[in-house]
């Protein structure tokens, strides 16, 4: 698997444009919460998790179909939600996200790598550098 470099995946942060205003980042647990704090730093909002799962550490499916594994405790209903991860491959964990927060005001998506709204890639799978 390809691997992309500290600094290439964080001159992409920087040089995201990020146009709407967001209420709250959250961030889907694991993989979502490295690239979310990332961009916190930049929005400097609320920022939560939510812990779904579908696949084990080898990005083998674990579960049929993505599951929500911890209540969500935060509050996101008619909030503007930046929803982060790292990848999004087929858009099941997403998908599982909105819909579980589908009282929000809007949910825009990021991902380090796939289809997003916002996106630093969309392009075949690679190895994140912080990924040890």
């Known amino acids: ?40 730093q930049r929005l400097n ?3 939560q998790t939510i812990k779904i799962n579908l696949r084990d550490a080898n990005q083998q499916p674990k579960f049929d179909q993505p ?11 008619n909030k503007k939600i930046l929803l982060v ?5 087929t858009g099941s964990t997403i998908n599982l996200a909105k819909e579980l927060m589908k009282e929000a005001k809007l949910i825009k998506t990021f991902a ?4 997003a709204d916002y996106a630093l890639f ?6 994140f550098p912080w990924i040890i």
């Open 122 to 127: 969309n392009e075949n799978c690679f190895r």
């Open 1 to 40: 698997m390809n691997q992309k470099s500290f600094s290439e995946v964080m001159e992409r942060f920087i040089n995201i444009q990020i146009d709407e205003a967001f209420d709250i980042i959250v961030a889907i647990a694991n993989g979502g919460i490295v690239p979310a704090g990332i961009i916190n």
């Open 112 to 115: 380090v790598n796939g289809n």
């Open 67 to 77: 599951q929500l594994l911890c209540p969500i405790d935060f509050d996101f209903k």
């Open 85 to 89: 991860d790292d990848r999004i491959k």
């Open 45 to 47: 909002i609320d920022f």
